[in-house]
């Protein structure tokens, strides 16, 4: 009896939580006289500024912002007799169907084009809608490379694909430990089990055992319940790997940083693929010395480039805050559009699309080159760099001639 | 309503009672070593299942002190507290701001989050669920679950989403028989253990868990004697959600400490409440030992897919061959 109650408790509870799910059914593309008129050129970023992700949503936002002021400024779009740029924002909560209802409102206020997400859950519906509305959507922040699969016209990114960074963390990774005179042999692997750490895990795989590297064993695990990694870690340790490869968030990038240091497996080093962590200042700070030495192959504010320091520095100045890279990329993402717009000399999402499709822009990421897309959207001279915590600083390490300073390739322990 | 909290005193039990509950220990127990025999053939490592099977206790008796308050509200009230990790999550960041502001130890915030808990428990119950709105299984489940993202929100819009961290001073790593166990595990297993058997020994010999038992199993006829059951239902609420606090303080070191921590352990705990039988603090606590070691388990067995699925597995399972829980009796 009391069970059946608590069945009918849990599955009201489930529906409950469904019932938010509803989508919002766009109604074709409806762009406003402020878009097209004398107005200022509205472009619309969406990012997760309340919820569990606000902290980097808010930074992000902050980084569209400060990319809109800096293109007024230095006297906003010539080709069509200086008119200003304004950044309308909406809130994801970093749930897909609010970031979907809010990208159509975006659009039906007259954006002439979208920045966002973070997450590529969101970005998914988002491309989605602004494929039906011929509007272009600039990704910033979108590690799921699936996005990018369906042959969408008006979907762009910024930063390297999830594909991409984990190619380049085996190529690094080969590099690096050649030259260190130890070249992995076994990776072990460790990677939440969403799209994001299994989409990263299986590229980097495919591409180590091209490489000639052996990998195993590989460990998946839940990002949101896991609140102890020492079993797993100890699996590592009874395997004979070489390097352990960990693709995670925050939190439980943290608690295998504590696993470590308990078990202290026999490794050369630790290598963060995609890692959520290992890049950030807060990792850095909360994981101490049990961080020292983990590298990290990512994408990344280009920290050689004078015009990032200067963002940088007046980014912490007013909010009080280190610039994240996410937000180094929404800035990007702005000036890919305001570009676009610049060269199509035109408000009108179509042409402003082609406008994107052929304009390059300076990033203030790592790139090989200018921002440009290709057919797929994506940004050809997008990188990954390979960083590593150093005397608790993020240092970019490879390749040289993105190079702050040396890898060391070793551990800590 | 009656339900499974164990209303009779310990010498008056029925020798056959206790064979069976002393049956069904010995059928888990041999379920368990036959899942670690598995394991142990699957990884083919001893060091590997033995970690494993320490984690997953150490992990297990957390999980059971955190169910043990649920347990105990659900037993006594009939109300299925979807607030009860948000609570959690209020305890635990009560104990980050007492530990960053004073430097206290975090063990010792215990001193304040356990009446801080007590306190929101009885504000709870009187202002919110004691009413004639609380009167429903839907009323409550819509207001416990209302609550649960208020207290989220609440802590997102104080705090925000950034994690923090407390650490343990002097923390150290023990080696058991060669398996590695951080120090503050190992002080929050013990210290769950020795809440369990507190609330127990609370139930059983105290004057007010007596009342608390009398009102679990007959609460017209714990009227008729005198027992203030609208008083009960308070003190039992705000017990259950002190315990959240004691945990939130055994538990502070060995999490990040985010607005919406609570949600990965309602889950688990609702599986532990019914594991070990609604109502069941003892139940409770063994309950989460097993689903500590299911979850371990489970990772070597699938090479570390979801360690939810076994779980999930294992809650269909008792809910199939034993709806009342492992050690609760058939109502």
Redesign the interface.
Known sequence: ???R??????G??AL?AAAGCGGSAPSGAAVDAAGSGDGPVRIGALHPV??????DGLQMRRGAQLAVEQINESGGIASLGGRRVQLTTADTQGKPEIGQSEAQRLISDGAVGLVGTYQSSVSSNVAVVAERNEVPFVMDVTASDEIFQHGYRHSFRVQPGSAKISESAADYLKQVSEQAGEPAGRVAVLHE?TDFGTGAADTFEAAARKLGMEVG??????A?????F???I??VK?SDADVLVVAGY??DS??IA?AI???KPDLDAVWGVSNGAYDQP?FVS?AGELGDRYFSTNYHFDAQNPETRRLRAEYRQRFGAPMRTGAVLSYDAVQAIAAGVEEAGSTDPAAVRNGIARAQIDPLTVGDGPVRFGPDGENVNSAAVLMQIQNGRVKQVYPPEKAESDPDYSVAW | ?T??IDTDAPETRAPSATLAVLKRAGVVGALVAAAVAVALVQ?G?G??VW??VV??L??GG?YGLIAMGLTLI?GVL?I?N?AHGAMLAVAMFISFGVVAVTGLHPYLTMLITVPALFLVGVLVHRGLLSGSGGAT??NQ?LIT?GLSLLLENGL?LFF????K?VGLPGET?LDVFG????GS?LYAFLGAMALGLLLYWMLQHTRLGTAIRAVASNSAGAELVGINVRRIHTLTFAIGAACAGAAAALAVP???V???LG??FN??A?VVV?LGG?GNVVGALVGGLLIGLVE?LT??YL??????LGVFVVFVLV?FLR??GLFGRR?
Do not use: C, W
């Open positions: 009896m009391i069970v109650r608590l069945i009918a408790v849990l009201v509870g409950l309340s919820g569990s992700m606000a902290v089990q064993p590989r460990v998946s695990y839940d949101t319940t896991a609140s102890d020492t079993s797993q100890t699996q009874a925050y939190g943290l608690l504590q240091d308990a078990v807060k909360d | 309503m339900t499974t990884s490592s060091i590997v970690q494993s984690t997953g150490l992990t957390l659900f009939d299925v979807f299984l839907e489940l679950l997102l925000g989403a950034e994690p961290n790593h398996a590695v166990v951080a595990r060995l999490l990040s985010t607005p919406t949600e990965q889950i688990t609702f019914v609604m371990q990772t070597i090479d570390g897919q979801s360690s939810l809910l709806p009342q109502t």
